[in-house]
């Protein structure tokens, strides 16, 4: 009797919206339910959000490229055959003086700003207060920034040129950029390095603890050496995203293609239908160098991702 009373004060107990499978009321228990832990999905990275555009896409971005002509025609003081002959003239001018130098910039801020944030990242995983404390805020302070106030205030504190020895040096406009660009680079690569190291198994530290090794040693033989081939993708990441923003540069008067597509339309006497097509050079040549750069992170990514 006893049992059969409380068998029938459980099924008494009911859950809200319980099913059990297989029966097709609802479930009755006075134990807790515990459901399943979701785990949060990381959001998609700019390289994976530029690769995994739909086709369409590219038509939406190009329709005023498509539709300029009919406003050309429409205005008619420029024919489309005359704009584009008066674009191709500055076409050699503007690639070789202009993109390559986009690239230029782009290496020499990412060699600064890897070279750099590889040792912020190293210093954030320090065992050394006086050494993690420091790096861990000049890593929040640049990698949490707009990168065009930090250009503004490269460019305001560096000095236009330094006397070293009687010698006068003056500092160009273009290094301040990449000294400018450099910084938030090397804020977030110092994340993809502290993650990196953080992202291999704690065992892996006490068994070279137990060998004997030291803390330097198991850092640079052990660990180090697994995590490149995992902070080659988000690396390649920043580098396309830095050559995306070097336009930004412009702001600066360094002479790069934004800049100097600006010059070449103020020598044709401004014409505004000249907009489009210098403008849209710029931006195919940009995603022409970055777009293979994308493709190659998420081939990257998937071949090292961290099976769990």
């Not at 029966?23 to 959000?49: C, M, N, Y």
């Not at 584009?84 to 076409?91: N, Q």
């Not at 902070?231 to 100097?260: D, F, K, Q, R």
């Not at 970055?290 to 090292?304: D, F, G, H, S, V």
Request: aromatic fraction near 14%.
């Amino acid at each position: 009797m006893a049992a059969r009373r409380t068998r029938h004060a459980i099924a008494g107990a009911q859950i809200p919206g319980a099913q059990i499978p297989g029966i097709g009321r609802a479930a009755t228990t006075d134990l807790p339910v515990l459901k399943p832990l979701s785990r949060p999905v990381a959001g998609p990275t700019a390289t994976q959000w530029l690769a995994n555009l739909p086709w369409w896409t590219v038509l939406v971005l190009m329709a005023p490229i498509l539709l300029w002509p009919f406003y050309v025609q429409a205005a008619g003081k420029f024919t489309v055959m005359t704009a584009f002959g008066t674009l191709g003239k500055w076409v050699p001018f503007l690639f070789m003086s202009g993109f390559l130098f986009n690239i230029l910039i782009s290496m020499f801020a990412m060699l600064f700003g890897t070279l750099a944030g590889a040792a912020l990242g190293l210093g954030q995983v320090s065992k050394l207060t006086v050494i993690n404390r420091p790096s861990w805020f000049f890593t929040q302070l640049f990698r949490n920034s707009p990168w065009l106030v930090i250009l503004f205030i490269v460019l305001l504190a560096l000095p236009f040129e330094i006397v070293i020895f009687g010698y006068i040096i003056s500092i160009p406009d273009w290094m301040k950029a990449v000294f400018g660009l450099s910084l938030p680079i090397m804020a977030n690569i110092s994340e993809i390095v502290r993650g990196a190291v953080q992202s291999v198994p704690t065992a892996q530290w006490e068994a070279s603890e137990s060998l004997a090794f030291t803390r330097r040693q198991t850092m640079w033989r052990i660990i180090l050496p697994q995590c490149f081939k995992r902070m080659i993708p988000p690396w390649m990441n920043w580098y396309a995203i830095l050559t995306m923003a070097t336009p930004l540069c412009s702001l600066l008067g360094v002479e790069e293609i934004i800049t100097l597509s600006r010059q070449a339309m103020e020598a044709e006497n401004n014409h505004p239908e000249l907009l489009v097509p210098f403008y849209s050079f710029a931006l195919v040549l940009f995603f022409i160098y970055c777009y293979p750069i994308a493709r190659i992170t998420i081939a990257l990514e998937r071949r090292y991702a961290v099976k769990l």
